[in-house]
C-alpha cells in the first residue's frame, strides 16, 4: 500500500472492514524539508474523528518513534462509512503557555473508510458510538493501565472524552460541562453547642497611665438639719455635705456627695450604741445647807414617868458628844477620798 501525503504528513491511506482490530491508520509528520521529525511523548497525543456532519470523539493514539499510530481495534464501535481523522498534540512550554499542533495542516484531514462486514450486510444493528459509549468502555477498560481525570467545563461549551497515550499509560481526560446554578437550599439546623475553649493566656500589663489630677481633700461643705432642707446652693460636685438633728432621727449624721445635680447618699456616720459603763464613784460631801425655818409647835405629848433631872442631863450630852464625833470622822473620810482622787488623777 503506497503512502499518501497529506499537507505535512504522509498516510498509509489505511481502510478496514467494520469490527476489524488488526489495522493500523499511520501518520508521519513531516518538516519544511520534507524528513521526518523525532515526535515527543511526554506530549498528550489524541486522535479526533468527524463523520463529515458531527464531530465522532477522541481516540487515543500510540507514538512510535517518528509515527503516529491510530488502531481499527479503537474503531468497532464505529457504523461502516467515511470518516476524517487529525491528530492534536497538546503541551505546556517553558513560559507556562498550553501550545497544540494539529496533523495534518493547514487544509486537509486523513480520510478513512470502515467498510460493511458480512453481520453488517446482514442488517445486523450495530449502535452508533456516543458520549455514553466512550465512558461505558473506559470503565471496562479501569484495570488496564488507565489513568482518568475530569475536567469541568463552561456550561456553553459540549461534552467530550479524550483518550491519549504517554508514558505507557492510556490518560483519559472526561471534559463536563457546567451544570446551571441550582436554587440556593433551606437554611440548616441549628448545630449543637460547641465546647467552650480553653481560658486565653494572661496578657501582658499595659503601660502605667499618667498620673491624675489630685482629688479634693475631705471636708464638710454644708450641714444641714433634715434631709428636707437640703439643697446643692453653693456647692460644686464632689462636695460633701451632712445632717446633724438629733439620734432620734434616722436621717442623723447621714453623710451625702453632691454631683452636682443631686445628693448620694454615702455612708451613716453615727456609731452603734456602746456597752453601759460601770457605776461612777460616791461625791464628796456638799457643804452644810443653812438651817432650816422652826417649825410648828407640836401637839402636847403624854407626860412622862418621873425622873430625876440629873440622869436625863446627862444623857442628854452623852448623845450630842456621840453623833458630834460621827459627824467629824464622816467628813474627815470623804474629805480625804476627795484629795486623794485629786491627786492620782481621777477627776
Known sequence: MANLTIDDVDSNDMNFKHLDTTKNII????????????????????AKVSDGSNYVGDYPVTIDMTSIVVSSADFTKLEAGDYHLEVWEEWIDS???KQRSIYPSPQKTVDFTIYQSIPDLAEKEIKKIGFQ????????????????????????????????ASDGK???????????????GDQ?????????GRPGDRGPD???GPQGAPGKPFSISKVFKSKAEMTGDGLSEGDFAIIASSVN??????????????????????????????????????????????????PQGVPGKDGKDADNNAIEKSLESYVDSKMTDAFAKAKAEVEDAVANGKY
Do not use: C
Open 27 to 46: 501518520i508521519t509528520p513531516k518538516n519544511e524539508f520534507g524528513n521526518s521529525v523525532q515526535l515527543d511523548t511526554t506530549h498528550t497525543w489524541t
Open 95 to 97: 513560559n507556562g503557555k
Open 133 to 164: 459509549d466512550v465512558v461505558d468502555q473506559a470503565v471496562m477498560n479501569i484495570g488496564m493501565n488507565y489513568v482518568f481525570k475530569v475536567n469541568t467545563i463552561e456550561a456553553d461549551q459540549k461534552a467530550t472524552v479524550v483518550q491519549a
Open 170 to 184: 492510556n490518560y483519559i481526560t472526561l471534559n463536563i460541562p457546567r451544570g446551571a446554578k441550582g436554587d440556593q
Open 188 to 196: 440548616g439546623i441549628q448545630g449543637i453547642q460547641g465546647v467552650p
Open 206 to 208: 499595659g503601660k502605667q
Open 249 to 298: 432621727d434616722p436621717d442623723n449624721a447621714s453623710l451625702f456627695v453632691w454631683d452636682g445635680k443631686e445628693f448620694n447618699f454615702i455612708v451613716d456616720l453615727s456609731g452603734a450604741t456602746g456597752l453601759q459603763g460601770p457605776a461612777g464613784r460616791d461625791g464628796i460631801q456638799g457643804p452644810q445647807g443653812n438651817p432650816g425655818k422652826d417649825g410648828a409647835q407640836g
